[in-house]
């Protein structure tokens, strides 16, 4: 799987957009870029996948470049609860991947 | 239960011991996986199960370390003869048939003394 770089940390004001940046330049045409997060003492929790085009859920929004190298994360209103590391993720989309590699993600505080 | 559920939730343990850890699956998840995860650390892959088989093993940091998974439901991961280094939180995750999303639970915390 192609290797994530992702900011250690960073800050969103209570309300605002917030976006999260991740670096993929070794990603292969067939590689996915995932996200999750993780909450204080809770497991990961899965927000949204893309290939090539934009993603929108009810969670968030995945902007991915055009030549695939680097994608963007964003929680339109951050919330306090949105609090938490999230994880970018670059793998095949196969059902039988089953070594999903998180790395150190990027912790952010919302603060109000 | 509606989520994947382990058990216990926190579990302290005596150097030397052997412990067990328990995850029940999202009902009718076909694929289930363990990870450790040590403070301040991102996830370690263990092991994962497809029904009640290990495809892969190889996550596992030693032979103390074991799995397993009956009727393709519950999953058990021991650790014999613990030591300090398995501190840590153990996730599990299940996953649906053909569905890319994995669905943790909140994890056993583990402390060896």
């Known amino acids: 799987d192609a290797k994530t770089t992702q900011p250690t940390s960073m800050d969103c004001a209570e309300g605002r957009a917030a976006n999260l940046p991740c670096n993929h330049s070794?990603?292969?045409?067939?590689?996915?870029v995932y996200w999750y997060r993780q909450i204080h003492s809770q497991g990961p929790q899965y927000i949204i996948h893309?290939?090539?085009n934009n993603e929108t859920n009810e969670m968030a929004s995945l902007i991915i470049t055009e030549d695939r190298k680097s994608s963007t994360l964003i929680l339109p209103h951050a919330t306090l609860r949105d609090t938490a590391v999230y994880y970018c993720?670059?793998?095949?989309?196969?059902?039988?991947?089953?070594?999903?590699?998180f790395g150190a993600g990027t912790t952010v505080t919302v603060r109000a | 239960g509606a989520g994947v559920s382990q058990s216990p939730s926190n579990k302290v343990t005596e150097k030397g011991k052997d412990v067990e850890l328990r995850c029940d699956p999202i009902?009718?998840?076909?694929?289930l996986y363990w990870y450790r995860q040590s403070l301040g650390q991102g996830l370690e892959f263990l092991i994962y199960?497809?029904?009640?088989?290990?495809?892969?093993k190889s996550g596992l940091p030693s032979d103390r370390f074991s799995a397993e998974r009956t009727g393709g439901s519950v999953s058990t991961l021991t650790i014999q003869r613990t030591q300090q280094e398995d501190s840590a939180v153990y996730l599990c995750?299940?996953?649906?048939?053909?569905?890319?999303?994995?669905?943790f639970g909140s994890g056993t915390q583990l402390s060896v003394l």
């Open positions: 995750a299940s996953r649906p048939g053909l569905n890319e999303k994995l669905f």
């Open positions: 070794t990603i292969s045409g067939n590689e996915y």
């Open positions: 893309g290939l090539k």
């Open positions: 993720i670059v793998r095949l989309r196969s059902f039988n991947d089953y070594k999903l590699s």
């Open positions: 009902s009718g998840h076909t694929a």
């Open positions: 199960f497809q029904g009640n088989s290990a495809p892969d």
